[in-house]
């Protein structure tokens, strides 16, 4: 009689510590969450800027290197850039990923394989986008992106 009420105790202990982790595990995720959806709008922002970014760098090369470019050929080439380093596919596909994420969440079980399935896949874009954006203080925010997906990632391992 004594071993079954020490084992319901600790049954009942478990069951609360767990439901303790577990919602000290929610917000943190939260707070993740919430910082790649304010980063990734950042970036959405900031995305037109990039273009004229890269359009003055290309015309401050060709002015050091003292190289006379008309005004087509400058085109051209901020043009071929503008293709090779548009992030608009990362940004659609980071925004489809966060928007997964928050659907996972909200199901009472809510299954740590597939939040890492979604994380995985989150940090291939955001990897991508941090490749493709030059600009430093834009490229310092989806590094800091790439953490915070790490950090989650660890946390679904969490969930499992």
Do not use: C, W, Y
Request: hydrophobic residues 40%; without cysteine.
């Amino acid at each position: 009689m004594l071993g079954k009420k020490a084992l319901n105790i600790a049954i009942k202990n478990l069951v609360e510590s767990r439901a303790k982790e577990g919602k000290k595990i929610e917000k943190i995720i939260l707070a993740k969450t919430l910082f790649l959806k304010n980063a990734h709008h950042k970036l959405f922002k900031s995305a037109p800027s990039l273009l004229r970014h890269r359009e003055k760098a290309i015309k401050n090369r060709f002015v050091q290197k003292k190289i006379d470019i008309t005004k087509d050929e400058i085109a051209n080439e901020v043009s071929n850039l503008a293709i090779k380093h548009d992030i608009a596919e990362e940004l659609e596909r980071i925004s489809f990923h966060i928007e997964s994420l928050n659907k996972l969440f909200k199901l009472k079980n809510a299954h740590g394989k597939k939040m890492d399935f979604i994380l995985q896949e989150l940090f291939r874009e955001v990897n991508t986008l941090s490749v493709k954006i030059e600009k430093s203080d834009l490229k310092d925010l989806a590094l800091t992106m790439k953490l915070k997906v790490e950090e989650l990632r660890e946390q679904a391992l969490n969930l499992e």
